[in-house]
């Protein structure tokens, strides 16, 4: 399972602290606007200015990022030449969307039912829930959007997206591992053999529901 834990192998290879890590990761929610202005300071203020070309936009919090995010796509692209292996968040379903041996899972649920579910397991009042939900949806949109300059909503990232409102947490590890062993025995078939076309006899006729009234 490759979850919070990628922050602190990203710490041990960067040297330096998990805190300073966590600013840059989907989940890292900074309680007011005062410190994270202060972290960045401190942090332009302790490093020398490099040497750039004239007119680069270059800056030490660019750098730092670069090194953050090279880091964790090491960590998780390791991570699945390894195999067997969950990748949860931390921009997977971007990094490894041309591995067709990896199979992508969105997990979905409604607002209401999310709050209810953490107030519960982190035994939080209702509105502490929802305000901790929607910040962490607010900085996990932040990190696809800065990192990988895309929506982590975009259903195309995804090969099974799974709405649990109805379905329970086991209907839904049901789903996924059909569709584990539907993908598996896919894997061999030709590229150009896949996609809803392959194999598709066209229409004997004009379909009448595309018809245009009027």
């Known amino acids: 399972m490759i979850d919070h834990a990628v922050i602190e192998q990203a710490a041990r290879e960067l040297g330096v602290y998990k805190t300073e890590v966590e600013k840059h ?22 490093i020398p200015a ?42 997977g379903q971007v990094l490894l969307a041309d591995r067709r041996e990896v199979l992508h899972i969105r997990v979905v649920a409604p607002l209401e039912m999310r709050v209810a579910y953490v107030a519960r397991r982190e035994g939080l009042s209702t509105d502490a829930a929802r305000t901790r939900v929607q910040a962490k949806d607010r900085a996990r949109g932040r990190y696809m959007q800065t990192q990988y300059h895309c929506q982590h909503e975009d259903p195309h990232f995804y090969d099974l997206v799974i709405d649990i409102a109805v379905l329970d947490l086991d209907n839904a590890v049901d789903l996924i591992c059909l569709a584990l062993e539907f993908k598996a025995s896919r894997l061999s078939v030709a590229v150009e053999e896949l996609g809803p076309a392959a194999h598709l006899a066209p229409y004997p006729g004009q379909p009448a529901d595309f018809r245009v009234p009027g």
């Open 50 to 91: 490099p040497t750039a070309a004239p007119g680069s936009a270059s800056s030490p919090p660019a750098i730092e990022t670069l090194a953050y995010q090279d880091t964790i796509r090491h960590i998780i692209t390791a991570a699945a030449n390894t195999g067997h292996v969950v990748i949860v968040g931390r921009g």
């Open 25 to 46: 990761d989907e989940e890292y929610v900074e309680s007011t606007l005062s410190r994270i202005l202060s972290r960045i300071q401190n942090f332009v203020t302790s």
